[in-house]
Each structure stands twice: as structure tokens, then as C-alpha cells.
């Protein structure tokens, strides 16, 4: 058998410490995870979480210590950095229970949600869905994954964004409204998990823009930092 057309190669992650890479399934994405960022969003409680997806392509794959680079998306004028902690899923399953979610948890990443904010606001207002502002080429950059026996409390850790050199965003992935566990349960009541999916977690309040020669440093404590460079 032979494809009509070369397929695209597997989009994959570098691994700390070993040659190995993280071949990419899915990327799942938690809507207003963290109460300070829900509510610069003029959100109020703990609604359910809600879910929505950016294609294993949006990647931006960061190798470790080097400086990766994002091109200015086109459409927008207001492109809104997110930083995320990540979880990688080495394990699949349906109907997760929270208490279990952590034998199906491979590593995690520091990730960028990013965001074209003017066109997720008009899709928002409209009712429309939100992927011309969410799902876009180039708008997952990621840093490498750290497996979990070596990274840590990462659910418990800091987490922070500089954007050259100023502090932008920063908080505790404890702070998380729906924390990992809870988030896999209701992620894989609607969806079953694969090995390779990852989760962007949601990001904390201080979300802003930023520009075209912008430099991103994100960090979640005892991770691989991710640094990126918008072109
Ligand atoms: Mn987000």
C-alpha cells in the first residue's frame, strides 16, 4: 500500500533525559481553569470545566535550551500569550476517576495557549466556535516533557511567564479550579483518552499581548522552561 501523497510526519516532543521522544495524539485545552483568570474574563464560580481542541500540528515544539520561534498569526491584533502547564498522557482510558488520574499521566510540559483574542471575542459574541481564535497554525508552543518520576509536584508548583524580562503572569497550579485529576475525569467522561494527548491546564490571571519581536520566557517549577521568540 502506498499513500497518494507523502502524510505528514508524526508531530513528537523531546523527553528530559532520554533520546526517546512523545509521539502527539491530540491537544485537549481547559477553558477559565484558574478564578483571577475567569474572572478578567467577566466570570464569576466553579462552573463545569469546558474543553476545546487545537490540532497536534499547532505545536511549536521547543527543544531543550534553545529559544524556539512563533510567527505573528495573520487576522489578529491582538495576540494574547496563556501560559500553561501541560500533562502529558501516557496511559489511555474512559471514565477516568480523579483518584486514578495519575496512572495515566505520562509527564508535563510548560505550554502557550495562544490566543488571537479580537477573533475569539467576536466568535464568543456571535455564538460561533471559538477555533479561528483558539486552533490556529502555530498557536501550541511547548517546551520539552519532564516524565513524572522526575518532575516533581508539578501540580502544586509556580507558574510564570515573562515577556522580555517583565513579569506577566504569574500563580500556582494549585490554584487550578478544576484541578489534574478532576480535569481527566470530565475530560475523559466526553472524550476517551489516548497515549499522546496532551491537556493544556488553563492559565492563570495576567493574560495580555503581545508583538512581533517579543521574547517569552514560561515556567512552571521543576520543569524545562520554554522560551519563544515571536517572529
Ligand atoms: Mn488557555
Known amino acids: 500500500m502506498s499513500f497518494v501523497f507523502t502524510p505528514p510526519a508524526m508531530v513528537s516532543v523531546p523527553v528530559?533525559?532520554?533520546?526517546?521522544r512523545f509521539p502527539v495524539h491530540r491537544i485537549y485545552c481547559v477553558g477559565r481553569n484558574y478564578e483571577e483568570h475567569a474572572k478578567e474574563m467577566g466570570f464569576t464560580g466553579r462552573e463545569p470545566p469546558f474543553f476545546f481542541?487545537?490540532?497536534a500540528d499547532a505545536l511549536v515544539v521547543v527543544e531543550a535550551d534553545s529559544t524556539g520561534t512563533m510567527p505573528y498569526p495573520s487576522?489578529?491584533?491582538?495576540?494574547?500569550?496563556?501560559?500553561?502547564?501541560?500533562?502529558?498522557?501516557?496511559?489511555?482510558?474512559?471514565?477516568?476517576?480523579a483518584a486514578?488520574?495519575?496512572?495515566?499521566?505520562?509527564?508535563?510540559?510548560?505550554?502557550?495557549?495562544?490566543?488571537?483574542?479580537?477573533?475569539?471575542?467576536?466568535?464568543?459574541?456571535?455564538?460561533?466556535?471559538?477555533?479561528?481564535g483558539k486552533a490556529?497554525?502555530?498557536?501550541?508552543?511547548?517546551?520539552?516533557?519532564?516524565?513524572?518520576?522526575?518532575?516533581?509536584?508539578?501540580?502544586?508548583?509556580?507558574?510564570?511567564?515573562?515577556?522580555?524580562?517583565?513579569?506577566?503572569?504569574r500563580s500556582h497550579v494549585s490554584k487550578l479550579i478544576w484541578n489534574i485529576g478532576e480535569t481527566i475525569e470530565h475530560l475523559s467522561a466526553a472524550w476517551e483518552l489516548q497515549p499522546g494527548d496532551l491537556i493544556y491546564s488553563g492559565t492563570p490571571e495576567?493574560?495580555?499581548a503581545v508583538v512581533s519581536g517579543d521574547t517569552l520566557v514560561g515556567k512552571v517549577a521543576g520543569l524545562s522552561t520554554l522560551t519563544i521568540q515571536v517572529a
Not at 487576522?75 to 476517576?97: D, Q, R, S
Not at 508548583?157 to 515573562?162: D, F, G, K, M, N
Open 206 to 208: 495576567g493574560v495580555a
Open 16 to 20: 528530559v533525559g532520554s533520546e526517546n
Open 100 to 132: 486514578d488520574a495519575h496512572k495515566h499521566i505520562y509527564g508535563y510540559a510548560v505550554g502557550l495557549d495562544m490566543t488571537r483574542r479580537d477573533l475569539q471575542g467576536e466568535m464568543k459574541k456571535q455564538g460561533r466556535p471559538w477555533c479561528i
Open 75 to 97: 487576522l489578529t491584533k491582538n495576540f494574547h500569550h496563556e501560559i500553561e502547564l501541560v500533562v502529558a498522557i501516557g496511559t489511555g482510558g474512559k471514565n477516568i476517576k
Open 53 to 55: 481542541m487545537k490540532p
Open 136 to 169: 490556529f497554525d502555530h498557536s501550541a508552543p511547548i517546551g520539552p516533557i519532564t516524565p513524572v518520576a522526575q518532575a516533581g509536584d508539578a501540580q502544586n508548583a509556580e507558574i510564570s511567564l515573562q515577556v522580555n524580562g517583565q513579569e506577566r503572569q
